[in-house]
């Protein structure tokens, strides 16, 4: 399915919007320099392709309400979390008999947060060895329920970007379980950046932490290919939004450790369980953006590729 705007070779982007009427007032009239400005910008020698392809991507996000989706993706997504960490706690405390308190802290360093961690931690600390084995299995179905919708939700927003038909999934258990595999091994593998980066003092352990985020174009493609419905007949056709999806995260990263967390941390006695909440939710909510224009992206150049090829 091709947006009509996005036919191959039809002029779109900047020139679209400076080729609209000028409006009354001064106002007006410095927009439109502005707009022809930057047209002429864009358009220069071999930047033109890109902010076309550019352009392009954020008018696929804007027809699929890409905020909207993200919104979605975020909210599944610290649902998500909540059973995993209380699963890990739990375990913890029946194989290895660990108190709330110290689970909490090992869970954190694993790469899950302090926030999950602590308030999931103080809750399991109040129950017995048996009762965490009743709170792990519970909460082992809770996550698998919650993988599956989490899967569901991508696949409708890669569907979208696509514009590929969404159909039922044929193996649900199967793809879950893959899903599932797939973020256990990224979060435990992203969990290793905050222990790199405090093994090696100074601007070191930033580049050494960011380069472990290699794993996260990894976890990108093997979505796409192995759960996600797409027109790509490639697994290289999803090495460009992979691209832009570490460089995405990689910067969601660096604003959790630098701004996020220590804002969290200083606020939390003022705001509470909401303003922990509002800061974890933004966090995903770009994850979420990044997951659906990398997508959108990923179309684009592909429908570039097949109009060439035809």
């Known amino acids: 399915m091709r947006m009509p705007d996005e036919e191959p070779g039809r002029t779109t982007g900047l020139g679209e919007l400076a080729g609209a009427p000028v409006g009354e007032g001064r106002i007006a009239r410095l927009r439109t320099r502005g707009l022809a400005l930057a047209e002429r910008a864009t358009t220069w020698g071999p930047v033109g392709p890109v902010a076309e392809v550019g352009w392009r991507t954020f008018r696929r996000d804007q027809a699929i309400a890409g905020s909207v989706l993200a919104s979605a993706i975020a909210y599944r997504l610290f649902i998500w979390l909540l059973p995993l960490t209380l ?10 008999d660990v108190q709330g308190e110290r689970a909490a802290s090992y869970v954190a360093g694993a790469g899950i947060g302090d926030v999950f961690a602590d308030s999931v931690g103080a809750a399991a600390d109040t129950t017995g060895r048996w009762g965490r084995v009743a709170v792990m299995l519970s909460a082992g179905v809770v996550l698998l329920y919650q993988t599956y919708v989490l899967l569901r939700a991508l696949r409708a927003v890669s569907a979208f970007a696509w514009g590929v038909p969404l159909r039922a999934i044929r193996r649900p258990l199967t793809a879950t379980l893959v899903l599932l595999g797939l973020l256990l091994g990224t979060v435990a593998v992203t969990g290793l950046t905050g222990r790199i980066a405090e093994a090696a003092d100074g601007p070191a352990g930033w580049v050494v932490s960011l380069a472990s985020l290699a794993v996260l174009p990894a976890f990108f493609v093997l979505l796409s290919v192995l759960l996600l419905p797409t027109a790509a007949t490639r697994w290289t056709d999803h090495l460009p939004g992979a691209a832009v999806f570490y460089v995405a995260l990689s910067a969601i ?36 953006r990044a997951l659906g224009i990398c997508a959108a992206l990923n179309a684009v150049l592909h429908e570039d590729r097949s109009a060439r090829r035809a």
Request: charged share 5%.
């Open 87 to 96: 699963v890990l706690i739990a375990a913890l405390g029946v194989v290895a």
């Open 253 to 288: 990263h660096l604003f959790n450790a630098l701004v996020l967390f220590p804002w969290i941390a200083r606020q939390q006695e003022a705001y509470g369980v909401l303003g922990v909440a509002a800061g974890v939710l933004l966090s995903l909510f770009i994850l979420g």
